[in-house]
Nanobody
């Protein structure tokens, strides 16, 4: 089992910045990808950013956050970060940390409890 603890959400003005953190614990040796998803009420959950260590390491961003958000990972601290800049009202959502272990054919997803990000003046 993997436990994910998120922090860093809150209220931010348009154009402002926030940084989310997600620390993994438990059976972390099998994790091969970590990332952030978000869900706004009435909308489907969407991938925001993800780091994968399968093959050559890769980073993926949703088109809506490219150039504004940056995902990074501290392996020593088992923590993944999401630096969010130039916030837009459309970024308002609950953000969830995700970790994937298992195999590519039978992945196992773990989720954090979610942290609210509200962009408003």
């Amino acid at each position: 089992q993997v436990q994910l603890v998120e922090s860093g959400g809150g209220l931010v003005q348009p154009g402002g910045s926030l940084r989310l953190s997600c620390q993994a614990s438990g059976s972390i040796s099998g994790i091969y990808a970590m990332g952030w998803y978000r869900r706004d009420p009435g909308k489907e959950r969407e991938l925001v950013a993800r780091i994968s260590s399968v093959g050559s390491s890769s980073i993926n961003y949703a088109d809506s956050v490219k150039g504004r958000f940056t995902i990074s990972k501290d392996d020593a601290e088992n923590t993944v970060y999401l630096q969010m800049n130039s916030h837009e009202p459309e970024d308002t959502a609950v953000y969830y940390c995700n970790a994937v272990s298992g195999t590519l054919y039978q992945p196992v997803d773990y989720w954090g409890q979610g942290t609210q990000v509200t962009v408003s003046s």
